[in-house]
């Protein structure tokens, strides 16, 4: 009898540990069948996301991303998953813009991975970055993302980075992956310029914020790559090991729409692997030698050049400007 008593305590003991051990973000239960307490929908959320995203890409663990404070943006993916957000005003407004995007190919694990690593940089107190005004997308691509295998396109198959708006895409964008690519399914560029909610929140949101810079990241071509405005930044030589190299403009890119269309620098950085992170050492050279570059461009070129002299405002003449023009705010 006694014997017996004491198997049992031993059995209710280890399944107490193991219980214990058991890391509390599985053992949690679903968000989607556990109603959420009043007034808790956007943690359950959060709670969701952040759980679906860390099981994704082992390298991020859960409590960063739950603590980044990211808030979805107005629009959701094909699927219905948020888009989220961090944003950071600066310490002294008015400061330059710089919109950070990642994970824009779901495949491209790292590329989200080292947002969440900035974001993390950013949360602390007086950091250097603070003089700018930053909105920070670590998965811009969540269907991608969570797609088992996950997809450089989106739910519908299409290459976000190649359905932006640019110049002639209706010619350009079908015509490229048809000879270029030769119908490659992971181009595909989509049957409109902007025709996915992803891409088309992604160009409201450059054209509504106006970056002074975009910094997009992915993998795995271990490369730096600029596209910009003639004048003002200028491209940067190298982030960490990551060497300048232009790899070209496409029809519906990022770069291309940005950098050529709307006058806007883009840099890109190409990790060299899209599943293994880049060493400790070499994520602090890439995100100081960054910050460095975007000091000397939006901070000193801007303090060196002299200031435009003030011109008093000419009275508009209404009676020549359409009507709409007249009654925007
Ligand atoms: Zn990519």
Request: hydrophobic content about 40%; overall charge positive; proline content about 11%.
């Amino acid at each position: 009898m006694f014997r017996n008593y004491l198997f049992l305590l031993i059995i209710f003991s280890l399944s107490d540990t193991v219980a214990a051990a058991t890391p509390t973000r599985r053992a949690a239960p679903a968000p989607a069948t556990q109603p959420a307490p009043a007034g808790d929908a956007a943690g359950n959320d959060m709670y969701a996301w952040c759980n679906a995203v860390t099981l994704a890409i082992p390298q991020i663990k859960l409590k960063p991303c739950m603590t980044a404070d990211l808030k979805p943006v107005a629009v959701k993916s094909v699927r219905g998953r948020h888009i989220m957000l961090r944003e950071f005003k600066p310490a002294q407004p008015p400061a330059a813009r710089v919109l950070v995007i990642g994970g824009i190919h779901g495949d491209e694990l790292t590329s989200a991975s080292i947002v969440f690593r900035w974001l993390e940089i950013l949360q602390q107190p007086d950091n250097a970055a603070s003089v700018y005004h930053w909105r920070v997308i670590p998965v811009m691509n969540p269907d991608g993302l969570l797609a088992r295998p996950p997809t450089r396109v989106n739910a519908r198959g299409v290459d976000l980075n190649r359905n932006f708006p640019t110049y002639n895409w209706l010619k350009e964008a079908p015509r490229y992956w048809e000879t270029k690519t030769r119908r490659d399914p992971r181009r595909y560029p989509g049957r409109s310029p902007a025709s996915e909610p992803e891409s088309r929140w992604l160009h409201d949101e450059i054209v509504r914020f106006r970056p002074d810079v975009i910094v997009s990241i992915h993998a795995p071509y271990g490369v730096l790559d600029f596209d910009g405005p003639p004048t003002g930044v200028e491209a940067p030589l190298r982030f960490g090991r990551l060497h300048l190299n232009r790899v070209g403009v496409y029809p519906g890119s990022l770069g291309n729409f940005g950098g050529l269309k709307e006058g806007i620098p883009v840099v890109t950085l190409e990790l060299p692997h899209a599943l293994k992170m880049p060493t400790e050492a070499e994520l602090t050279h890439v995100w100081n030698d960054m910050q460095r570059w975007l000091r000397v461009n939006l901070i000193e070129r801007r303090m060196a050049q002299p200031a435009a002299p003030a011109v008093p405002a000419a009275p508009v003449d209404t009676a020549a400007l359409p009507e709409d023009a007249v009654s925007a705010p």
